[in-house]
């Protein structure tokens, strides 16, 4: 009675404005070969964080496949980059913009 688990990319999709890539993959559960059980995850390809200095630090990349990577060089040019780190700049920036209220 063998139990085995296949895991495949269902679909790659390229979301809003940064191009921000989604990943679906199917897992495939099998008991003696048979499909016992499915599932969907889902995992979500962001381009970076900002460090201190607010320099965009690109995530590492190279733990996904190659069918992953190839859209992740085509969908976050140069020009997608900076318009990420420019609207987390801006995130950050709102952030710090509220001020508390303090009880008097």
Known sequence: MALTKETKIAKIEMIGDYKIIHVAYDNVFKEDGEVVSTSRTRDIVEIGNLDNSNNLVLNDFSKYEKDVQDVIAVAYTDTI????????????NLKNSFKPILNQ
Request: net charge positive.
């Open 81 to 92: 980059k900076e318009n990420w780190k420019q609207f987390l700049i801006s995130q950050k």
